[in-house]
């Protein structure tokens, strides 16, 4: 089998704790339901699902949009738009759309809508969304089409749950989605002021209707959904406010303000579990923290130099004093989330040969670094950070630790986090001088661990891979991953793969993070985390996943 050729437009998928949200607020809207009012950390800065290259943004209108099959809570595939997705071949599938479904601009779905989304595409900031697998769409009637795959993918039908559906005048240009978003979602688009709120209201005319229709998504399908979810959402408005500071999400939530605040600050979440008024709920999450290297830049371009920096990440201390215990050391980028694609024995062994808090070691490896290098210690550096109040202090445990050794004089620079991000994924990013500390939020598939952040076509600014690591055999290996469906054998080169990142150590990994909801008890009811960023809101209404929210009290 050829080799995968990707595409060299990537998408951008940053989190972390950057968007620290929180439902909220029995507000007592109009009509027979009622409000909720919701926090996000960052402004949204897109509508359009081609140019939203925020987490905030796809998080703000992922109950407008929706695609042709979701991923519930579990990692299962359900239908959504789609009531099958069939494969043909190893290149095609048959997708089988849901009839009598509008959007929210009055017109109905069809396979041209379909199509349509895919190829709009192509050119975009998030063009791989697609353009990783698709070669063609065939329409055969209004309510189905054969995609043609450019090759082999194994992720398939989980990257169909990260594509919006949208209406086709949109790839015509007769409707900007710029000015709004407009789907087929339970709610609707109502209004954004930029830095202080955003708001949806419930969809009246959304397909569910409460019978069940159509449960699989191909002839192995995961069973049925949506026994027993209300034909409409319960909650008729929910307000956005944007709020960045954790501390102040916290206050509103003690305050009786909000009724459920998304990423409380850790050290706060031993309190919380103690109120008998708040009920914390958490999950093992999609994602992994870290500190990038600049490899063009001496000494960051020396292999000991960076594993010597790795093996000084308190990793433990930071999960203790940072994270009040919560979450555990990460050494290699698959979130153990993937209980197919990775085992806490991996993750021992990568710690054990390349990663784990070892200052002796750490001393032998910066000694024989610098010395290779011709450099004379110590070495002024910085490491960069958002504002996000947690990943502030594990930057300062890792800067504390660097300054104890005769190599590094090591400061601190916060930014905000547009800022921020413009200059992580600046193109001279791997020329800085400096380390950057943050999140990243995988998926459900291992590839979205990897690729975006250590192939040599994601490089800044194409997308992610702000240290420009460049390894051919680890983009052979990812490319051909993504040929393979057997789960074994995926695993097996995503293992390679992982080997030879954990040793040329572009990044040291730090922590494999948890999902955390803080809620007032008698206020929300049937809340449920969601183990990814992007899906924070999933649990409002999703009769995909027998998921919805009501409110306690209204």
């Known amino acids: 089998m050829p ?26 809207g109009s009509g027979d339901g009622s409000e909720l009012v919701a926090t996000l950390g960052a402004d949204v800065s897109a509508y359009d699902p081609t140019q939203a290259n925020d987490t905030t943004s796809r998080k703000a209108f992922d109950l407008v949009y929706e695609s042709l099959v979701s991923v519930d809570f579990e990692g299962n595939v359900r239908p959504t738009l789609a009531t099958a997705v069939d494969q043909q071949d190893d290149r095609t599938w048959r997708v089988s759309l849901r009839e009598g479904v509008s959007f929210h601009d009055g017109s109905d779905l069809t396979a041209a809508d379909v199509k349509a989304t895919f190829e709009r595409y192509e050119g975009t900031p998030r063009e791989s969304d697609v353009f990783l697998w698709y070669d063609d769409a065939t329409i055969r009637d209004d309510y189905t089409l054969d995609v043609t795959l450019s090759q082999p993918y194994a992720p398939f039908q989980l990257s169909l749950g990260g594509v919006p559906i949208v209406p086709e005048a949109a790839a015509t240009g007769d409707l900007d989605l710029s000015t709004g978003p407009v789907g087929t979602g339970p709610y609707a688009f109502d209004t954004h002021e930029p830095d202080r709120l955003y708001r949806l209201v419930r969809n009246e005319d959304h397909w569910y209707a409460g019978d069940g229709e159509v449960r699989r998504t191909s002839d192995s399908g995961a069973g049925e959904a949506g026994d027993g ?9 929910i307000t956005f406010r944007i709020i960045v500071e954790q501390s102040s999400q916290l206050a509103a939530l003690q ?5 459920l605040a998304n990423n409380p600050p850790a050290d706060a979440v031993a309190d919380l579990r103690q109120d008998d008024a708040i009920t914390v709920s958490e999950r093992l999450a999609g994602g992994f923290e870290m500190l990038i290297f600049p490899l063009a830049t001496p000494p960051f371009s020396n292999r000991d130099v960076r594993e010597g920096v790795a093996r000084l990440v308190p990793r433990q201390e930071i999960i203790d004093a940072v994270y009040g215990g919560i979450g555990q050391p990460a050494y290699a980028p698959i979130s153990p989330l993937l209980a197919d694609y990775t085992s806490e024995s991996f993750l021992q062994e990568m710690g054990d040969e ?21 450099i004379s210690p110590p070495y002024e550096t910085t490491i960069v950070t958002n504002e996000t109040g947690d990943r502030v202090r594990w930057s300062q445990l ?12 090591v400061s601190l620079e916060q930014f905000e986090w547009n800022t921020y991000v413009g200059r992580v994924l600046a193109g001279d990013s791997h020329r800085s001088d400096a380390m950057m500390a943050l999140g990243w939020s995988g998926g459900w598939d291992p590839d979205t661990y990897l690729r975006n952040m250590f192939h040599s076509e994601q490089s800044t600014p194409s997308c992610c891979n702000a240290a420009h690591y460049a390894n051919d055999e680890v983009d052979r290996l990812l490319d051909e991953a993504l040929t393979v469906y057997d789960t074994a054998e995926r695993r097996a080169l995503y293992e390679q793969a992982q080997r030879r990142i954990v040793a040329d150590a572009p990044v040291a990994f730090v922590r494999f993070g948890t999902r955390i909801e803080a809620f007032r008890t008698e206020s929300v009811e049937g809340f449920r985390t969601y183990p990814l960023d992007s899906g924070e809101f999933t649990a409002i209404y999703a009769p995909w996943a027998n998921a919805y929210t009501s409110t306690g009290g209204g």
């Open 3 to 28: 080799p995968f050729t990707t595409s060299r437009r990537r998408l951008l998928r940053w989190a972390g704790a950057t968007s620290a949200v929180g439902l909220a607020g029995c507000a007592g």
């Open 229 to 237: 979810v209300p034909d409409s959402p319960p909650i008729e408005t």
């Open 255 to 259: 305050a009786g303000d909000i009724d």
């Open 354 to 374: 390349h990663q784990r808090y070892d200052p002796e070691r750490a001393r032998e490896l910066l000694e024989r670094g610098f010395a290779d290098l011709d």
């Open 398 to 409: 890792v800067r504390d630790e660097l300054n104890r050794t005769d190599y590094f004089d």
